[in-house]
């Protein structure tokens, strides 16, 4: 590990390093172990992020379980819309050939017609002609 002071850089010494090993130990090991209450928190807050753990890994799973049962019954419902759309694709093109034969017949039936009644008004004045 290498310091800077005063622009100088050096290598930290044996002083140094027994220097921060004292602190690290009082800080963290004496904070912790000396007492007992220090154990205590200490056990509480491990318990405690413990089973704040627990419970994310739960709601992570249900979480997981309830997207896959929506995305399964979103693909059902997408299918099922897929055939009614072809259901309904089909009727119309049904309907549409329909319409087109009812329309040429319907035409056909007014040229038979139309062709009748110049028969019949043909032979209605050839009656009075005689």
Known sequence: MWCCTHDTFFSPSAKYTKEISKLFHKVFVNS??????????????VVSLGLLCALLLVVIIWMGTKHTAERDQQQRNKDL??????????????????????TAEKEMLQKA?????????????????E
Do not use: F, M, P, W
């Not at 912790?32 to 807050?45: L, N």
């Not at 017609?113 to 002609?129: F, K, P, Q, R, V």
């Open 113 to 129: 017609s139309g062709e009748y009644s110049t028969i019949t008004d043909l032979c209605s004045s050839d009656e009075h002609l």
């Open 81 to 102: 819309l897929q055939l009614t759309n072809n259901n309904l694709t089909q009727e119309k093109d049904h309907c549409q050939a329909r319409n087109t034969n009812l």
């Open 32 to 45: 912790i172990g000396a007492d007992a209450t220090g154990v205590k928190y200490y056990r509480v807050a």
